[in-house]
Nanobody, 124 residues
Framework: QVQLVEFGGGLVQAGGSLRLSCAAS????????MGWFRQAPGNEREFVAV????????NYADSVKGRFTISTDNAKNMAYLQMNSLKPEDTAVYYC?????????????????WGQGTQVTVSS
């Protein structure tokens, strides 16, 4: 079956960096657009970043533009989220997700598979 497993989360001070990884199995990775979402306590799950399956087009939430970078390695079936200049408001559980659509709009229901999430905590 399809599995997405995130890792790399943790506790970091404001201004620091983390690199999240998402290991995919059970699917033809190159046929899926990969996204990252996050959910803070009491909030809905929100879009963070997406990278398309074909030409590697990317898009980011305004709140992370210029600080976060999404990438994939098709040879390794991996997706990554490099997070720099972290802020306390970035604290959340981060999820990777896979969509069979080439360019989903950012809504969670457009993604077919989800990981279990990894906690990111940014202290001030």
């Amino acid at each position: 079956q399809v599995q997405l497993v995130e890792f790399g989360g943790g506790l970091v001070q404001a201004g620091g960096s983390l690199r999240l990884s998402c290991a995919a199995s059970g699917l033809t990775f190159s046929r899926y657009t990969m996204g990252w979402f996050r959910q803070a306590p009491g909030n809905e799950r929100e879009f963070v970043a997406v990278i398309s399956r074909n030409v590697g087009r990317t898009n980011y939430a305004d709140s992370v533009k210029g600080r976060f970078t999404i990438s994939t390695d098709n040879a390794k079936n991996m997706a990554y989220l490099q997070m720099n200049s972290l802020k306390p408001e970035d604290t959340a559980v981060y999820y990777c997700a896979a969509a069979s659509e080439d360019w989903p709009s950012g809504e969670t229901d457009e993604y077919d598979y989800w990981g279990q999430g990894t906690q990111v905590t940014v202290s001030s």
